[in-house]
């Protein structure tokens, strides 16, 4: 199974992949994380979208799409892929279109994550993750067990994104009204939109996706 998380910035795309492929050993393409560790590398791509990304504009719609074409050309067709903040404009929802053809695969469910935009920032400006493991975590919402530990690895090291401040976050929203939102009535033609609400608990985002791939 093939499905998009789709979602303003902190809705929640990039906490629930990672239990989808806890529950369903689905594999999570995220391209702000692909992104992310192209950067650190400091690769051709990565020197390119460090400005980009830390503006909140969007890296180009070549790049992205080539990144999700070489993930899926690494992992094997019986894996279910959750496409996280891809395709995040028209041109790369046609891409996407295309790659998964040539893939021999389709898309099953496209997944918008309703939410309130205003607790986003808070949501975005508290958020830290694992240095080590990636475990997600925020200042509010969810700490570790033990302060300054994570809790699935154990290590102490914990990071912040340089593109999670209030004023990079409204231009992120901005960017997903104007380039992203348009995206959904494609897809609600062809009748594979479902919607849930993103502010909701964490727990009961997730019951909510499970019970839709089951
Ligand atoms: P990307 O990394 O994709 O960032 P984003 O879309 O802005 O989304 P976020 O990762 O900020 O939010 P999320 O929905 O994953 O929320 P999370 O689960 O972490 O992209 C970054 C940049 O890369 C872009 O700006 C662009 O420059 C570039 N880029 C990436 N893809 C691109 C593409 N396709 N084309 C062009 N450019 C691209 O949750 C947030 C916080 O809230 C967490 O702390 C979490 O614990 C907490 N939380 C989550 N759910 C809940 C809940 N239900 N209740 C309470 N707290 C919650
Ligand atoms: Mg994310």
Redesign the pocket.
């Known amino acids: 199974m093939d499905i998009i998380l789709l ?1 303003p ?8 992949s990672q239990r989808l492929v806890e529950h369903h050993g689905m594999r999570q393409l ?4 692909m ?1 992310r560790a192209a950067v650190k590398a400091e690769t051709p791509v990565g020197i390119k979208a460090k400005a ?2 830390e503006k ?4 180009s ?1 070549e790049i ?1 799409s080539q990144l999700i074409d070489a993930e899926l050309t690494a992992m094997g067709r019986e894996t279910g892929a959750i496409f ?6 028209a041109a ?1 929802a046609e891409m996407l279109d295309e790659i998964l053809a040539s893939h021999g695969r389709k898309l099953d469910h496209v997944i918008e994550l309703e939410v309130d935009e205003d607790a986003l920032v808070q ?2 400006t ?2 830290f993750t694992c240095a080590a493991c990636g475990e ?3 200042d509010s ?2 700490t570790p067990e033990v302060e300054g530990v994570c809790d699935k690895c154990g290590s102490t090291e914990f990071k912040r994104r340089p ?1 999670d401040n209030e004023e990079t976050v409204r231009h ?1 929203m901005e960017v997903y009204r104007s380039e992203t939102a348009p995206i959904l009535p494609g897809y609600e033609a062809r009748g594979i939109v479902s919607r849930v609400d ?5 727990e009961e ?1 997730t019951h909510a996706l499970d019970a839709i791939l089951d």
């Open positions: 979602g910035p902190g809705a929640g795309k990039g906490t629930q995220s391209t702000g994380d992104l980009v990304m909140g504009e969007l890296v719609d992205v996280d903040g891809y395709p995040r404009t790369q949501r975005i508290g958020r997600g975590y925020h919402f969810k593109d992120r993103g502010m909701a608990s964490i985002v």
